[in-house]
């Protein structure tokens, strides 16, 4: 048996957020070649000490920001360290391009050094942020260029305009494909979410109907017994109260019946359920069942390890398929969207998996490792089921 949902790709970048921005910064830095150009017609020692030390400042900024700062914002807010590192990088430009204007560059070249800020801003700021700080780092580079100190000519303008027409289109399809990612991560989360909205609302309801039922008529019962007891009518009283103990015996082995359904699962109905939730998460479910478990502790272990296993890989992963493999010996979940960095980044107390082992100690061995992009999740049963 085979079913698969269609889903979308998990890409390196897309587990790599914050490498992947590093990389697209990495291009720009090129542009400092022109201040490197510079010295060679630099007569002053100090004049050329001064411009190294604004590049190669301006290069770690750059680069810097990309490292401190998650890629993008997501919160309402700017941090405090994104003020902190945007800050200095946008000082070290100011800085680069008036002491090249100074040392005898157009100010067109030294505005140029400003899309440095914009890119920076344009991927990481708070997305309410973005256009208000582009606008401001934008005007900041058109006054720079129109400002009445040092050269300009139509050769380095239209440079300048193609570099930052260039700087915007690129930044922004980097800021759309992280906010597409993003939005993809919400939808998975949510996908969990209603999931296990769903399930408690069952046992809820499963609570309701007959726990509900027998505890309206238990109270009812005793105040009729109450009132049968207030004129006399002991025997008629003795048998509501007779009825109520049996009703409370009968709610309380009702009751035993709920917790044993939740705690006794089905791994054929955890596949659909996992099969389900890959679908509204938008990943591809693959499921190879290879025999039935018999209902018993060992298929509820089954159905748990995958329940676990497909909710971590939603969760701690960036999968595009989720496979599961069922056999009457072997339960087998693995997704192919692993991330060390996204893993850790995630996790929570570990003790989902630890606490599973533990319980499928007495049935068989549980384990779990990467390799490569690939994170598997296998229960191996002893022997013959009891």
């Not at 109260?241 to 054929?268: V, W, Y």
């Not at 069922?326 to 998996?353: K, T």
């Amino acid at each position: 048996m085979s079913t698969k949902t269609q889903g979308t790709d998990a890409s390196w970048s897309q587990r790599h957020p914050r490498l992947t921005a590093v990389l697209w910064a990495l291009p720009y830095l090129v542009f400092l070649a022109f201040p490197l150009g510079m010295i060679p017609s630099v007569e002053s020692p100090g004049m050329i000490a001064l411009i190294l030390t604004l590049v190669f400042g301006v290069a770690a900024a750059d680069i810097a920001i990309y490292i401190v700062n998650p890629t993008p914002e997501w919160g309402a807010r700017i941090t405090k360290k994104m003020w902190i590192s945007h800050g200095i990088l946008l000082a070290l430009v100011i800085a680069l391009g008036l002491v090249l204007v100074i040392a005898g560059a157009s100010r067109v070249t030294s505005a140029l050094f400003m899309t440095y800020s914009i890119a920076g801003w344009n991927v990481q700021a708070p997305r309410k942020y973005v256009v208000p700080g582009l606008a401001a780092l934008v005007g900041w580079e058109v006054i720079a260029i129109l400002l009445p100190i040092g050269s300009i000519d139509a050769l380095a303008l239209s440079y300048a305009i193609i570099a930052l027409l260039m700087v915007l289109g690129l930044t922004l399809a980097v800021r759309r494909s992280f906010d597409n990612h993003h939005s993809e991560q919400q939808r998975q989360r949510q996908a969990i979410s209603l999931v296990r909205e769903r399930e408690r609302l069952r046992f809820a309801g499963d609570l309701h109907d007959i726990l509900g039922h027998s505890l309206t008529v238990i109270t009812m019962k005793n105040e009729l017994a109450q009132r049968l007891l207030s004129v006399g009518k002991i025997d008629e009283a003795s048998e509501q109260i007779a009825q109520t103990l049996e009703l409370s015996r009968k709610a309380k082995e009702d009751l035993r019946g709920i917790i044993a359904a939740s705690r006794s699962l089905s791994a054929e109905e955890e596949v659909e359920s996992a099969r389900e939730l890959c679908e509204q998460a938008g990943i591809e479910f693959t499921a190879d069942i290879q025999g039935e478990i018999p209902p018993g502790p060992r298929a509820t272990l089954a159905a748990h390890v995958i329940r676990e296993g497909t909710a971590n890989a939603i969760t701690h992963a960036h999968p595009s398929t989720i496979s599961v493999r069922l056999s009457p010996h072997e339960v087998l979940v693995e997704n192919d969207g692993y991330s060390r960095s996204y893993s850790q980044a995630s996790a929570g107390g570990g003790a989902g998996l630890e606490g599973l082992r533990q319980r499928s100690a007495s049935e068989g061995e549980m384990t779990w490792g990467s390799q490569g992009n690939t994170w598997t999740l296998r229960l191996t049963f002893r022997g013959e089921s009891a």
